[in-house]
Protein backbone atom coordinates (compact mmCIF):
# COMPACT_ATOMS: atom_id res chain seq x y z
CA UNK A 1 0.00 0.00 0.00
CA UNK A 2 1.49 3.55 -1.29
CA UNK A 3 2.09 5.80 1.67
CA UNK A 4 2.87 9.78 2.27
CA UNK A 5 3.65 10.28 5.91
CA UNK A 6 3.55 13.29 7.35
CA UNK A 7 5.15 13.45 10.75
CA UNK A 8 2.33 15.58 12.99
CA UNK A 9 -0.95 15.93 12.87
CA UNK A 10 -1.72 18.75 14.79
CA UNK A 11 1.18 21.48 15.48
CA UNK A 12 0.47 24.36 18.09
CA UNK A 13 3.77 26.92 17.58
CA UNK A 14 4.07 30.22 19.01
CA UNK A 15 4.56 33.51 16.61
CA UNK A 16 8.21 33.65 15.36
CA UNK A 17 9.19 30.45 15.96
CA UNK A 18 10.91 28.31 13.21
CA UNK A 19 9.11 25.64 12.11
CA UNK A 20 9.49 22.42 10.15
CA UNK A 21 7.03 20.03 8.60
CA UNK A 22 8.25 16.65 7.47
CA UNK A 23 6.84 14.72 4.66
CA UNK A 24 8.48 11.42 3.35
CA UNK A 25 6.97 8.93 0.98
CA UNK A 26 8.05 5.27 0.05
CA UNK A 27 7.42 5.07 -3.54
CA UNK A 28 9.72 6.32 -5.05
CA UNK A 29 8.11 9.41 -6.65
CA UNK A 30 10.48 12.17 -8.03
CA UNK A 31 8.07 14.82 -8.04
CA UNK A 32 6.72 16.24 -3.92
CA UNK A 33 4.80 18.89 -3.20
CA UNK A 34 3.70 20.72 -0.08
CA UNK A 35 0.00 22.91 -0.49
CA UNK A 36 -1.85 24.72 2.46
CA UNK A 37 -5.57 24.27 2.88
CA UNK A 38 -8.03 27.34 3.52
CA UNK A 39 -11.84 26.90 3.53
CA UNK A 40 -13.20 28.62 0.33
CA UNK A 41 -9.71 28.43 -1.13
CA UNK A 42 -9.05 25.14 -1.51
CA UNK A 43 -5.79 23.86 -1.98
CA UNK A 44 -2.98 25.98 -2.74
CA UNK A 45 0.33 24.67 -3.77
CA UNK A 46 3.35 26.29 -1.82
CA UNK A 47 6.63 24.69 -3.24
CA UNK A 48 7.02 21.36 -5.32
CA UNK A 49 10.44 19.13 -6.09
CA UNK A 50 10.86 17.30 -9.26
CA UNK A 51 14.06 15.38 -7.85
CA UNK A 52 16.64 15.44 -4.92
CA UNK A 53 17.97 19.12 -4.56
CA UNK A 54 15.55 20.62 -7.36
CA UNK A 55 13.06 22.78 -5.36
CA UNK A 56 10.45 25.36 -7.39
CA UNK A 57 7.85 27.85 -5.99
CA UNK A 58 4.27 27.23 -6.45
CA UNK A 59 1.38 30.20 -6.11
CA UNK A 60 2.25 31.17 -2.44
CA UNK A 61 5.82 30.55 -1.62
CA UNK A 62 6.03 33.45 0.39
CA UNK A 63 6.87 33.09 4.32
CA UNK A 64 8.16 29.27 3.71
CA UNK A 65 11.12 27.67 2.24
CA UNK A 66 11.59 23.61 1.47
CA UNK A 67 14.77 21.02 1.85
CA UNK A 68 14.88 18.17 -0.10
CA UNK A 69 17.98 16.79 0.17
CA UNK A 70 16.89 12.59 0.12
CA UNK A 71 14.68 11.79 -2.63
CA UNK A 72 11.81 10.26 0.19
CA UNK A 73 12.20 13.64 2.43
CA UNK A 74 10.35 16.62 1.46
CA UNK A 75 9.98 19.38 4.53
CA UNK A 76 8.70 22.62 4.37
CA UNK A 77 10.16 25.48 6.79
CA UNK A 78 8.27 28.14 7.94
CA UNK A 79 11.35 30.60 8.63
CA UNK A 80 9.13 32.86 11.26
CA UNK A 81 5.84 31.56 11.96
CA UNK A 82 2.88 33.96 11.97
CA UNK A 83 -0.52 33.94 12.60
CA UNK A 84 -1.80 33.90 8.67
CA UNK A 85 0.22 30.73 8.73
CA UNK A 86 -2.38 28.98 11.05
CA UNK A 87 -3.62 26.24 8.31
CA UNK A 88 -3.97 22.66 6.98
CA UNK A 89 -0.73 21.42 5.09
CA UNK A 90 -0.92 18.39 2.68
CA UNK A 91 1.91 16.94 1.48
CA UNK A 92 1.77 15.00 -1.58
CA UNK A 93 4.19 13.26 -3.94
CA UNK A 94 2.86 11.81 -7.41
CA UNK A 95 4.06 9.86 -10.81
CA UNK A 96 2.94 11.96 -14.27
CA UNK A 97 -1.11 11.04 -13.50
CA UNK A 98 -1.76 10.85 -9.90
CA UNK A 99 -0.64 12.35 -6.47
CA UNK A 100 -0.85 10.60 -3.15
CA UNK A 101 -1.52 12.38 -0.17
CA UNK A 102 -0.55 12.83 3.02
CA UNK A 103 -2.80 12.97 6.55
CA UNK A 104 -2.52 16.49 6.60
CA UNK A 105 -0.76 18.76 9.37
CA UNK A 106 -2.91 21.36 11.05
CA UNK A 107 -0.87 24.12 12.54
CA UNK A 108 -1.89 26.51 14.55
CA UNK A 109 0.55 29.59 15.41
CA UNK A 110 -0.48 31.59 18.58
CA UNK B 1 -3.22 30.05 -16.90
CA UNK B 2 -4.70 27.25 -15.87
CA UNK B 3 -7.97 27.36 -13.54
CA UNK B 4 -10.66 24.63 -11.99
CA UNK B 5 -13.97 26.57 -10.91
CA UNK B 6 -16.30 24.06 -8.92
CA UNK B 7 -19.77 26.67 -8.67
CA UNK B 8 -21.21 25.19 -5.30
CA UNK B 9 -19.81 25.64 -2.07
CA UNK B 10 -22.31 23.08 -1.22
CA UNK B 11 -24.64 20.22 -2.24
CA UNK B 12 -27.40 18.74 -0.81
CA UNK B 13 -29.43 15.61 -1.71
CA UNK B 14 -31.18 12.55 0.15
CA UNK B 15 -30.30 9.58 0.43
CA UNK B 16 -30.65 7.09 -2.55
CA UNK B 17 -30.63 10.36 -5.27
CA UNK B 18 -28.85 10.41 -7.74
CA UNK B 19 -26.00 12.78 -6.88
CA UNK B 20 -23.58 15.80 -8.78
CA UNK B 21 -20.74 17.71 -8.20
CA UNK B 22 -19.68 20.24 -11.12
CA UNK B 23 -16.36 21.30 -12.44
CA UNK B 24 -15.25 23.17 -15.09
CA UNK B 25 -11.66 23.61 -15.88
CA UNK B 26 -9.78 26.49 -18.20
CA UNK B 27 -6.32 24.82 -19.63
CA UNK B 28 -4.65 24.72 -22.90
CA UNK B 29 -4.19 21.28 -24.57
CA UNK B 30 -5.87 18.33 -23.38
CA UNK B 31 -5.95 18.60 -19.86
CA UNK B 32 -5.35 15.52 -16.89
CA UNK B 33 -8.75 15.79 -14.73
CA UNK B 34 -8.85 14.48 -11.12
CA UNK B 35 -11.36 13.88 -8.36
CA UNK B 36 -10.54 13.96 -4.54
CA UNK B 37 -12.26 12.93 -1.58
CA UNK B 38 -11.39 14.36 1.90
CA UNK B 39 -12.96 13.86 5.02
CA UNK B 40 -12.92 15.32 8.19
CA UNK B 41 -9.16 16.00 9.76
CA UNK B 42 -7.93 13.56 7.00
CA UNK B 43 -5.63 13.91 3.84
CA UNK B 44 -7.22 13.73 0.44
CA UNK B 45 -8.38 10.23 -1.15
CA UNK B 46 -8.01 10.23 -5.02
CA UNK B 47 -11.40 9.05 -6.21
CA UNK B 48 -10.93 9.36 -10.39
CA UNK B 49 -8.98 9.99 -13.43
CA UNK B 50 -9.59 11.08 -16.95
CA UNK B 51 -6.04 11.10 -18.88
CA UNK B 52 -7.31 9.90 -22.38
CA UNK B 53 -10.17 7.57 -24.08
CA UNK B 54 -13.70 6.98 -23.14
CA UNK B 55 -15.34 10.10 -21.89
CA UNK B 56 -17.10 8.22 -18.60
CA UNK B 57 -14.84 7.68 -15.88
CA UNK B 58 -15.57 5.19 -13.25
CA UNK B 59 -13.80 5.19 -10.00
CA UNK B 60 -14.20 4.16 -6.78
CA UNK B 61 -17.33 3.84 -4.23
CA UNK B 62 -19.52 3.62 -7.48
CA UNK B 63 -18.49 7.76 -8.37
CA UNK B 64 -18.21 8.10 -11.74
CA UNK B 65 -17.89 11.49 -13.72
CA UNK B 66 -17.91 12.39 -17.41
CA UNK B 67 -15.65 14.73 -20.04
CA UNK B 68 -16.86 17.25 -21.79
CA UNK B 69 -14.26 18.96 -23.83
CA UNK B 70 -16.64 21.17 -25.57
CA UNK B 71 -18.01 22.37 -21.99
CA UNK B 72 -14.65 22.18 -20.61
CA UNK B 73 -16.52 19.99 -17.60
CA UNK B 74 -15.36 17.22 -15.33
CA UNK B 75 -18.84 16.35 -13.20
CA UNK B 76 -18.45 13.74 -10.87
CA UNK B 77 -21.91 11.96 -10.16
CA UNK B 78 -23.44 8.93 -8.59
CA UNK B 79 -26.53 6.95 -9.10
CA UNK B 80 -27.16 6.52 -5.77
CA UNK B 81 -25.85 8.65 -2.57
CA UNK B 82 -25.25 7.21 1.09
CA UNK B 83 -25.08 9.05 3.88
CA UNK B 84 -21.39 8.56 4.44
CA UNK B 85 -20.84 9.83 1.14
CA UNK B 86 -20.67 13.01 3.31
CA UNK B 87 -17.40 14.53 2.36
CA UNK B 88 -15.57 17.43 0.81
CA UNK B 89 -14.87 16.63 -2.95
CA UNK B 90 -12.24 18.63 -4.87
CA UNK B 91 -11.19 18.62 -8.98
CA UNK B 92 -8.54 19.25 -9.95
CA UNK B 93 -6.29 19.75 -13.62
CA UNK B 94 -3.22 19.25 -14.81
CA UNK B 95 -1.85 19.92 -18.14
CA UNK B 96 0.00 17.03 -19.70
CA UNK B 97 3.91 16.97 -18.68
CA UNK B 98 3.42 19.74 -16.33
CA UNK B 99 4.55 19.07 -12.65
CA UNK B 100 1.20 21.50 -10.94
CA UNK B 101 -1.95 20.27 -10.76
CA UNK B 102 -4.40 22.92 -9.50
CA UNK B 103 -7.57 22.36 -7.59
CA UNK B 104 -10.90 23.97 -7.25
CA UNK B 105 -12.13 25.50 -3.97
CA UNK B 106 -13.69 22.79 -2.88
CA UNK B 107 -17.53 21.41 -2.70
CA UNK B 108 -19.16 20.03 0.46
CA UNK B 109 -21.56 17.33 -0.39
CA UNK B 110 -24.03 16.65 2.22
CA UNK B 111 -26.79 13.72 2.18
CA UNK B 112 -29.33 13.34 4.53
CA UNK B 113 -30.77 9.84 5.49
Known amino acids: DVKVTQSSRYLVKRTGEKVFLECVQD?????MFWYRQDPGLGLRLIYFSYDVKMKEKGDIPEGYSVSREKKERFSLILESASTNQTSMYLC?????????FGQGTRLTVV | AQSVAQPEDQVNVAEGNPLTVKCTYSVSGNPYLFWYVQYPNRGLQFLLKYITGDNLVKGSYGFEAEFNKSQTSFHLKKPSALVSDSALYFCAVRSPGGFKTIFGAGTRLFVKA
Open chain 1, 92 to 100: ASSTPTEAF
Open chain 1, 27 to 31: MDHEN
